[in-house]
């Protein structure tokens, strides 16, 4: 098969699999960087092969708009286009369109908005949007969705979740009428996941994934809708009911969660993949993930220290440069300071889950997660590091 997922081991809802793509096989629990507009920000794609990056996410509303997904075609699909030969997801735009609050204008029919870049009409529907991710050529592609607030009530999320509902079937659809219509020569198959939504209520997450479950024979499935403004709790709920009803036998991808602390608490819910800006995004400010929580590498404390950012990751920013020397380029507005905690960053989440893969295999992963969180809540944020 093209696409397929093999279960390696268990501990209650954690899992450790292998995913089967076109362009590599993802070993899971994993972290996908974030490549939004084709790169990720600050990273050549030597620096995420080198960190064992597995598998990259890009945006098809960003690629549409700019440089286009017709053009990013023409040059090869988005491997070739940004030299990264590994698998790739696409995001199908939902939560961008949808994050458009003044610029847009939802109907059954899709959503009319304006681009945030030039203020150009467009319109998105499921049918529009598979034809764009046809065109950017990832491995994944995701289905077009209806994305809400997450603390949205249940008449919102019920809505929304069923016209999501809706627009999957006209996705898929359209995705098999492209296969027959237009297949990519060499460019291999791609798989189109459904979304989850339904908001914090859990009778109507239960209701979308056993629906979704039984509308067709899903390479794997997205959890949307989380992330967005709920309390964490109520993210770790939902997944716990999602967990319930999703088949087993299918990768499962926690859409726009990236801190620490979830991805372990995600895996031990029963997700598989996760993607989030979170680690370039926060790199750019000053924020830095170690196993001891988070630091902002701006403090004063941090201005003679000769330690490296977390003395036990092995990226390029921390066998080489002491917290003295970022703290000075960050400071300074060099450019270097903002690649290196962005790389120390995403590299921390990719081994973070190599690390949860590693003692799921070994059978530990119940005790190696309780003592990573309990070490990485402990610390106080006046506490040095």
Not at 80 to 91: A, H, R, S, V
Not at 173 to 179: G, H, I, V
Not at 272 to 287: E, I, K, S
């Amino acid at each position: 098969m093209t696409f397929d997922f093999t279960l390696e081991s268990t501990a209650g809802s954690a899992r450790a699999g292998s995913f089967t793509t076109p362009h590599g096989v993802v070993h899971s629990p994993a972290f996908m960087a974030v490549g939004t507009l084709a790169t990720v920000k600050a990273l050549d794609p030597d620096d995420l092969r080198a960190m064992d990056a597995q598998m990259i996410l890009a945006n098809a509303y960003h690629l549409h708009l700019r440089p286009g997904d017709e053009l990013v075609r023409e040059l090869g699909g988005l491997h070739e286009f940004m030299q990264w030969d590994g698998p790739i997801l696409t995001d199908s735009g939902g939560f961008q369109v949808f994050s458009l609050e003044g610029l847009r204008d939802i109907d059954e029919d899709g959503v009319d908005f304006r681009s945030h870049i030039d203020g150009s009409r467009r319109r998105f529907t499921p049918e529009s949007v598979m034809r764009i991710e046809r065109n950017l050529g990832a491995d994944v592609i995701m289905q077009f969705d209806h994305v809400i607030p997450g603390q949205s009530d249940a008449t919102v999320a019920r809505d929304a979740s069923e016209r999501s509902l809706r627009w999957l079937a006209r996705c898929h659809t359209a995705f098999e009428q492209l296969n027959v219509d237009d297949p990519i020569p060499g460019r291999g198959a791609q798989a189109l996941f459904p979304i989850v939504q339904g908001g914090i209520h859990a009778d109507l997450r239960r209701e979308a994934a056993a629906a979704i479950r039984d509308m067709g024979d899903w390479a794997g499935y997205g959890i949307g809708g989380l992330s967005v403004g709920e309390a964490k709790e109520d993210m770790y709920r939902i997944l716990e009911d999602v967990d319930a009803v999703l088949p087993v036998d299918r990768p499962r991808y926690l859409m726009g969660v990236g801190f620490p602390e979830d991805l372990v608490e995600g895996v031990r819910r029963g997700v598989d993949l996760f993607d989030c800006v979170a680690p370039t995004r926060m790199g750019r400010n000053g924020a830095v993930f170690t196993r001891v929580g988070r630091l902002n590498i701006k403090r004063a404390e941090f201005r003679t220290d000769r330690r490296p950012l977390d003395p036990e990751c092995d990226c390029a920013a921390c066998t080489r440069f002491t917290r003295a020397y970022i703290r000075h380029l960050f400071l300074s507005d060099e450019i270097l300071g903002l690649r290196l905690l962005s790389l120390h960053n995403v590299h921390f989440l990719v081994l973070l889950m190599r690390e949860a893969r590693n003692a799921l295999l070994a059978g530990t992963f119940d005790s190696w997660s309780a003592a990573w969180l309990q070490r990485y809540h402990t610390r106080t944020a006046t506490t040095p590091a």
